[in-house]
């Protein structure tokens, strides 16, 4: 399915050729970047358990000293000296947790921003590759971007000029039902993707438009 931007339309990801691969040296980049984010925020949480137990162990200091006073001049006043030396205590263990728990939070969102981006990438890189060795890709992006036209008229195919002239040659063929299309070279566009220019808009079959709605549907925008 294609999503709509405007008077946009965008290729799903998933309407591209799927004989793509992910290599292993790749794939085990993903998994270190993974382990850093997940070790970062074992840190953190260390760092919350190290200061819970220093106030457990300091409120346990105040009550023995709270009872041992208590000894002397009374359990309810020891009580209250203990509360009042607690306070300030329980104000700054507060405000670490807010902080541990904000900390966490940045890590999680950073760690997964880190993580889309780099699958992203790595599709980039991937696509390039198997693209750059499929002769007929240019031919693959036209026709994927025409079916989603469907049976709107076409007024043109803008088109990397690097693929112009073998998609001219099989123009016929390419276009079918749309053959009143113009073909037109455009520099703006990269190699193998196409814009198909519709009476009601147009339809963005470009690589990196592909990319930027996976990265999409992977939730990076909502995290950015």
């Known amino acids: 399915m294609a999503a709509a931007v405007g008077g946009w339309e965008r290729v799903s990801f998933e309407e591209l050729p799927r004989a793509l691969h992910q290599p292993v ?26 200061i819970l137990l220093a106030a457990r162990e300091a409120a346990r200091q105040i009550e023995r000293e709270a009872e041992q006073e208590g000894r002397a001049k009374g359990r309810q006043d020891a009580m209250d000296e203990a509360r009042r030396r607690l306070e300030p205590l329980e104000a700054s263990l507060r405000e670490a947790c807010r902080q541990v728990a904000a900390a966490r939070q940045a890590v999680i969102m950073n760690t997964e921003t880190e993580l889309v981006d780099l699958a992203v990438t790595v599709a980039e890189r991937v696509l390039r590759s198997e693209l750059g060795a499929c002769r007929d890709a240019a031919s693959q992006f036209v026709r994927t971007a025409l079916e989603v036209a469907g049976s709107r008229k076409v007024i043109a195919i803008r088109v990397n000029p690097g693929d112009y002239e073998s998609l001219a040659e099989h123009r016929g063929e390419l276009l079918g ?19 198909v220019e519709l009476e009601t808009g147009l339809v963005d079959a470009r690589l990196e438009s592909q990319l930027q709605e996976a990265a999409r549907l992977l939730g990076r925008d909502e995290m950015s």
């Open 177 to 195: 039902s749309h053959e009143a299309a113009r073909l037109i070279p455009d520099p703006a566009i990269s190699s193998w993707g196409c814009v």
């Open 25 to 50: 040296g790749e794939a085990q980049a993903e998994r270190e970047a993974a382990a850093s984010g997940y070790e970062s925020i074992r840190a953190v949480e260390r760092e919350a358990e190290a």
